[in-house]
C-alpha cells in the first residue's frame, strides 16, 4: 500500500517564475490538504482539496492556487514566485468519514518537494 | 486565533532515559484534537500521539504518553526508554474538530545520545 507521494523531490525556479507540484493520496483517501514548511518553522496550511473543490484555504495570497483530480490526485500552483517562497511543501491526504465533526480524519504526509526560489 | 507554542528549540536526552516535550496552545474552543508529530532527516511527517479534547484519559502509545491539562492549554509529550531512532523534530499540533486547518508548533528538535 503505498502512502503518500509527492513529486518533483526538489525544484530551483528564479523570481516570477511559475511551478507545479504534485501530490498522489494515500489509498482509499479522498481529501488532499497542502502545507508550506518554511526553514526552521512549523508547516502552515494553505488550503484543502475534497470533491474537486477546495473546501479551505489559510491565509496564503490568491498566487497559491490548487487542483484536485477524479482521481484524488492534486497539484499545487504558486504563479510569481518570491524569494519567500522557498519552503518545504507538504501534502496530507486523509478520508473524509461523514459530516459529523467528531470524526478524526488523520492526515498521511508525504515526504515534501523542497522549492528553492533564487 | 488559534496558537501553538512550543518554547523549547532543542533538547537532548541520553539513550534509555526519559525526556518530556513542552507545548502550549491557545484557543477559545472547546472541542478539538492536539497531535505530536516527529519529522526525521527524511523530512515526511508521521502522527507520534494524538489526543481528543472532550477525552479526559491521557492518550498512550506504547513509550509515548502525553500529559493533557485542558484548563491550563498544555499538552505535554514524554518519551520513555528513549531510542536512537527518537533523534528528529518534535511538533505539536492543534485542529478545531469542525476545521481543517491545523496550526503547528515552531518544533523542538530532539537529540539522543549513545
Known amino acids: 500500500d503505498a502512502g503518500v507521494t509527492q513529486s518533483p523531490t526538489h525544484l530551483i525556479k528564479t523570481r516570477g517564475q511559475q511551478v507545479t507540484l504534485r501530490c498522489s493520496p494515500k489509498?482509499?483517501?479522498?481529501?488532499v490538504s497542502w502545507y508550506q514548511q518554511a526553514l526552521g518553522q512549523g508547516p502552515q496550511f494553505i488550503f484543502q482539496y475534497y470533491e474537486e473543490e477546495e473546501r479551505q484555504r489559510g491565509n496564503f495570497p490568491d498566487r497559491f492556487s490548487g487542483h484536485q483530480f477524479p482521481n484524488y490526485s492534486s497539484e499545487l500552483n504558486v504563479n510569481a514566485l518570491l524569494l519567500g517562497d522557498s519552503a518545504l511543501y507538504l501534502c496530507a491526504s486523509s478520508r473524509r468519514q461523514g459530516l459529523n465533526p467528531r470524526h478524526l480524519n488523520e492526515q498521511f504526509f508525504g515526504p515534501g518537494t523542497r522549492l528553492t526560489v533564487l | 486565533a488559534q496558537t501553538v507554542t512550543q518554547s523549547q528549540p532543542e533538547m537532548s536526552v541520553q539513550e534509555a532515559e526519559t525526556v518530556t516535550l513542552s507545548c502550549t496552545y491557545d484557543?477559545?474552543?472547546?472541542?478539538?484534537?492536539l497531535f505530536w508529530y516527529k519529522q526525521p532527516p527524511s523530512r515526511q511527517m508521521i502522527l507520534v500521539i494524538r489526543?481528543?479534547?472532550?477525552?479526559?484519559q491521557n492518550a498512550t502509545e506504547n513509550r509515548f504518553s502525553v500529559n493533557f491539562q485542558k484548563a491550563a492549554k498544555s499538552f505535554s509529550l514524554k518519551i520513555s526508554d528513549s531510542q536512537l531512532g527518537d533523534a528528529a523534530m518534535y511538533f505539536c499540533a492543534y485542529k478545531m474538530s469542525n476545521n481543517n486547518d491545523m496550526r503547528f508548533g515552531a518544533g523542538t528538535r530532539l537529540t539522543v545520545k549513545p
Open positions: 489526543q481528543e479534547a472532550y477525552k479526559q
Open positions: 489509498s482509499g483517501h479522498d481529501t
Open positions: 484557543t477559545s474552543e472547546s472541542d478539538y484534537y
